[in-house]
């Protein structure tokens, strides 16, 4: 045996000499014993590092010159190209240089090597199994040793199959066509089109071999080595080989899944295990029936622009991604931007509804948290831009407002209810859309979607020095200062306005902003900066 790399072997290179030197005598000496010689060597493969790439040795009569050919040198494939799922029978020659070979239907052959021990224990277990058992082998082609010998192909997998070799030597030059999954779980239909049934999962980077093929080549039925088989959608895998030998399967008609011997129990597919969110994309734009593809996003921070993710169509499309958290006790704000509609959820309850909604519309909505929690997120594209994005976090109960929600479009008599909300990077910055704020204690829509008004109070510090007051609301708002009404604008319709003070005091001052909402859209906002040091919201 010999490795293409001889790091990490512990041996230095005299001491690879005198025992290459030592295992040729040993083998001429054996001479039909060498296979003997072989499996001791195979007790010496497993003590070297896994990273390597491991190539039997049968040198032929004792003799280290050049073997004559005897075998036709293949013809599908060059150096450095790969294979995937190439067709051919395992045979075991002698005097050749490598124990295995694969002949292909045209007669040529290729010698192979196992990438790993494991995987040459693999092909020998293989080869045992009859006289000339078909195979289907992926790996890497390497040249030729010397001129005229079979190429090497460094074998990443192997499969036993049923199938029987090509007679037509024009079929056999082409490799048979697989399918690698680009996407960390993709559904497997029982026909060409997501409207069938889901028949399993795929996971990213697996690999199957494609065994039919609708006219149009935009849904492939593959067979996994898990013993799954269906049709997926030709856009969520990358296809290597040549798509046209697939025959065209009838879906009328669909290919009977084969069955595995009773001895060999189908191996259960491993969970996938997301980090980030759980991304589920549909092809409409109500989250309906099963996700075309799922991914694992670290972010939910996305832009297509007038595009959309792959596969799924410019317009018309929907998103879920959820995930669950663990946080410290506190008050967690989110907030969201979204063209077009976008939902949040927590532990199952609705904290965010803007669906439908405007384009390009920002809102911000709190809740108190502690603990492990479940959070959705939904979003959907009708048409033109598309983007999205959502965060969250836990904000400061310092300067807290006490917030008090009432009934009707006048904040007097008994409030519906009262809770402790502290300020944002604005003091105070809502926007509900078509919806009402949230009760933390009983949930969503208390107060229904129009007709209620809301009082905020709270003490906030100031720099001695003249001050704007500024709010922008849909409908009215008025706010006042340690009593003194600065902004009244108590009506209907979206509004921006400010009012200017003079001299105030520093030190701390207590702020109550009123509002009420009529019908249709509801938001506030409210700031202030002294003048002369302006820079943003304070």
């Known amino acids: 045996?010999?490795?293409?790399?001889?790091?990490?072997?512990?041996?230095?290179?005299?001491?690879?000499?005198?025992?290459?030197?030592?295992?040729?005598?040993?083998?001429?000496?054996?001479?039909?014993?060498?296979?003997?010689?072989?499996?001791?060597?195979?007790?010496?493969?497993?003590?070297?590092?896994?990273?390597?790439?491991?190539?039997?040795?049968?040198?032929?009569?004792?003799?280290?010159?050049?073997?004559?050919?005897?075998?036709?040198?293949?013809?599908?494939?060059?150096?450095?190209?790969?294979?995937?799922?190439?067709?051919?029978?395992?045979?075991?020659?002698?005097?050749?240089r490598y124990t295995h070979y694969l002949r292909i239907a045209d007669g040529s052959y290729y010698a192979l090597a196992g990438q790993t021990p494991e995987i040459e224990q693999q092909i020998d277990l293989l080869a045992r199994e009859g006289e000339y058992p078909n195979v289907k082998v992926w790996g890497e082609v390497q040249a030729a040793i010397r001129a005229g010998e079979a190429p090497l192909i460094v074998v990443t997998g192997v499969l036993g199959t049923e199938a029987n070799l090509p007679t037509a030597v024009a079929a056999a030059s082409i490799p048979v066509p697989v399918a690698v999954v680009k996407f960390d779980e993709v559904n497997l239909y029982s026909g060409p089109g997501s409207s069938n049934e889901v028949v399993g999962k795929v996971v990213r980077q697996q690999t199957c071999v494609i065994t039919g093929r609708n006219q149009a080549r935009t849904w492939l039925q593959l067979t996994c080595t898990d013993g799954q088989q269906g049709w997926i959608d030709a856009r969520l895998v990358e296809v290597h080989g040549n798509v046209a030998i697939v025959l065209v399967v009838n879906p009328a008609t669909p290919t009977p899944v084969p069955t595995l011997p009773a001895a060999t129990p189908t191996p259960t597919q491993t969970p996938v295990v997301f980090s980030g969110w759980r991304t589920e994309l549909f092809n409409n734009g109500s989250l309906a029936g099963e996700p075309v593809a799922v991914l694992d996003v670290a972010n939910i921070n996305f832009n297509w622009g007038a595009g959309a993710p792959s596969p799924l169509p410019a317009d018309g499309f929907s998103i879920r991604f959820s995930r669950r958290i663990s946080v410290i006790p506190g008050y967690y704000q989110f907030t969201a931007t979204a063209d077009d509609g976008v939902r949040i959820w927590v532990d199952g309850r609705m904290i965010l509804n803007a669906w439908p909604a405007n384009p390009s519309q920002n809102y911000v909505v709190g809740q108190v948290l502690t603990g492990s929690h479940d959070i959705r997120v939904e979003y959907y594209e009708q048409s033109g831009l598309a983007n999205v994005r959502v965060d969250f976090g836990a904000v400061s109960d310092n300067s807290a407002w006490q917030a008090s929600y009432y009934y009707g479009a006048n904040p007097v008599g008994n409030p519906a209810f009262q809770q402790q909300e502290p300020r944002g990077e604005n003091p105070l910055d809502y926007n509900w859309s078509l919806g009402s704020p949230y009760a933390f204690t009983l949930g969503p829509n208390v107060l229904g979607n129009d007709y209620w008004s809301a009082r905020w109070q709270g003490k906030f510090p100031f720099d001695g020095g003249n001050y704007v007051f500024r709010a922008a609301a849909d409908d009215g708002v008025r706010l006042y200062l340690n009593g003194l009404l600065v902004l009244d604008h108590w009506r209907d319709g979206y509004k921006d306005v400010s009012n200017r003070v003079l001299g105030v005091g520093p030190g701390e001052h207590t702020i109550v902003v009123e509002y009420y909402e009529r019908t249709g859209n509801a938001s506030i906002r409210v700031w202030w900066y002294r003048e002369g040091a302006y820079v943003g919201p304070q």
């Open 1 to 96: 045996m010999f490795t293409r790399s001889g790091r990490g072997t512990g041996m230095g290179r005299s001491d690879k000499r005198m025992r290459f030197a030592v295992a040729l005598l040993l083998l001429a000496l054996c001479g039909s014993g060498a296979l003997v010689a072989l499996t001791a060597s195979a007790q010496v493969i497993a003590q070297v590092p896994r990273d390597h790439t491991y190539i039997p040795l049968i040198p032929s009569g004792g003799s280290v010159a050049t073997p004559t050919p005897t075998v036709r040198v293949g013809a599908v494939a060059t150096p450095g190209q790969r294979v995937y799922g190439l067709l051919g029978r395992l045979e075991r020659l002698t005097g050749e």
